[in-house]
């Protein structure tokens, strides 16, 4: 187990380091980081020579990819060079943006998890029942739509929610413009309804798909166990239904559904974009869209770096998970 | 005369064999489509399809405005001439609806068609060969998978040109391997069969054996993969468009319609519910046809659906 760990964080080295040049060859070559100074009046050509030394933009890019890299392992990410950003720091800007996205991501998805097996493990049990046909449209109608629109629609009813609220001489409870600035206020009531305001309606539009998905898997590994031979076993010893249900069959129905988890996680965290849209999270997803539109490839590159390393540790913990919880999976 | 009795009567056994064989001797192709006809909601989500398809073409011959009219003022309700009203520009929202599925369906099938074709190359080269090529091509999808695809996509159609077929292009360059990995899988199990074997012993090259031998055997589960990646294109594109990183006028999707409309989803509701009921649509049917596909390929499936 532990050699196996070992091994595959050796070999995702070299995969994080061979995705991170090629990356850094496509942001370098999708536009000119200079391009709106250029055009500004006032400029000499003597200032854009000596900015474009000074960022290094004079080098090779192999170069410049390795002064970047280095800089990045020491914690030096460089600073953001788009006009307005004041030359932020980028690791200040990704590592906050992480911590936003995280802690919206996190929640979300472990709710999704619960109420994903739940309905998975009870649709797999009364299978072709009233409840699993209902269950199964529903699943299959969160699939089908887009979560932009999936997240307006959640906005617009938390706004009237609220201005109906506000009509019966109460305050507002959803927040639909991200977290507040100044905490969540001082006594635990406070916190409570400021803290579950602010994070019920992304979290809602965060969860359809991902409740979606592990409802159908849960569902669908349930099925595979309960018409195991060893649960057939247990129903011939004269177990109860419950303990049949939820001690047999469920535990190894888990195991696929668990790694899923793990995967969702790593690749959610960079595709939350949308949701932290519409709901005024400054999260990774506003990052990526600001340093997109505005061309700031330093802090580009941070943010790939850090999801793709998120996706690789993930993937990795899922690969694990999987031969912790199913004892007949060797990992050597 | 027993004799005669006797082969008299083998005739007629052999006559029924032959009968009864010729009942059996259906094509896989007609046995496959004859499963996929009798699948109720297959068939229905195909007709709705078509229907949005066609529709999205047609339609906008017989409406009143152009898509691209902007005499009428904007914001008005639905009612003379403008069946579903005009957007903040005055134009109407009808034949921007139409225009958009046109625009969001091109997209999607050019997606998924080449991301498939390019998939199952990579795949099925990869796991006929194996060995060192096997394991560089799964390194390369390893590769593609660890970075966001939306954010990729992003940057790269900022760079280019925002008009559909790049946005298509680059939505295919970051889709290929999930179908890369389910037909090298399939490729791997298949090149152990004995058919294979023989067609190398009697000296088939290996794209004879990939596209005559591999690629038939396995399309099944390249169209069903096929069909499903048309819906996740569809909702891909619609998400990217909506943060203002994917199609940009001239042309134009449903993603982009919604993103134009969506502050309005209280004040003029049907601006915003249109856009999104035919994401829905489209996304919805294609999941049922690709259901109806896999069922239909499915060699263990032997109910037939009345």
Known sequence: ??????????????????????VFILVASAGDPLAGLRTKPGITAQQIQSLSAQL???????????????????GDWGNSIALGEAQAPVFDTVSNALWVTMRLVIGAELIALVLGIAVGVFSAV??????????????????????????????????????????????????????????FGHNLGQVIVNYSGTFLLPTISLMTISFAAYS??????????????????????????????FRHAMRNALIPVSTLFALNIGAIIGGAIITERVFGWNGMGTVLVKAVSNYDPPTLMGWFAVTATIVVVFNLISDLLYGLLDPRIRLA | MPDATKTAAADGT?????????????????????????????????????????????????????????TAGGYLKPGGGHILGTDQLGRDALAQLLRGTQFSLAIAFTVAISSTIVGVLIGAVAGYLKGIIDSSLMRLVDLFLIVPQIALTALLVHAFAPSWYVVAAVLALFNWMQIARITRGEALSLSAREFVEASRASGG??????????????IGTITVNATLSVSTAVLTEAALSFIGLGVQLPDTSLGLIVQDNYTQVLLRPWLFWGPFLAIVLISMTISFIGDGLRDAFDPRQTKVRA
């Open chain 2, 205 to 218: 090259g290996t794209w004879h054996i990939v596209f005559k031998h591999l690629i038939p055997n396995m």
């Open chain 1, 126 to 183: 009364r299978q072709y029942s009233i409840f699993d046909y209902l269950m199964t449209s529903v699943a299959f109608l969160m699939f089908s739509m887009p979560i932009a629109c999936v997240a307006v629609v959640v906005k617009n009813y938390g706004i009237q929610f609220n201005e109906l609220l506000l009509s019966l001489h109460l305050n507002r409870w959803l927040t639909t413009a991200g977290p507040p600035a100044n905490g």
């Open chain 2, 14 to 70: 052999a006559a029924a064999a032959r009968h009864e064989f010729d009942a059996k001797a259906r094509s896989q192709t007609s046995i496959i489509l004859g499963r996929f006809v009798h699948h109720r909601l297959a068939m229905v989500s195909l007709a709705v399809l078509l229907l949005l398809a066609i529709s999205s073409f047609v339609v906008p011959l017989f409406l009143k405005y152009n898509y691209a009219d902007t």
């Open chain 1, 216 to 245: 159908r898997f849960q569902r669908a590994s349930m099925l595979e166990t309960l018409n195991a031979d060893y649960v057939r076993t247990a129903r011939a010893k004269g177990l109860s239904q419950s303990r049949v249900i």
């Open chain 1, 1 to 22: 187990m532990f050699q196996y760990l070992i091994r595959r964080l050796l070999i995702s080295i070299p995969i994080l380091l061979i995705g991170s040049f090629l």
């Open chain 1, 56 to 74: 290094g933009l004079d080098h090779s890019i192999l170069v410049r990819y390795w002064d970047w890299l280095t800089g990045f392992v020491r």
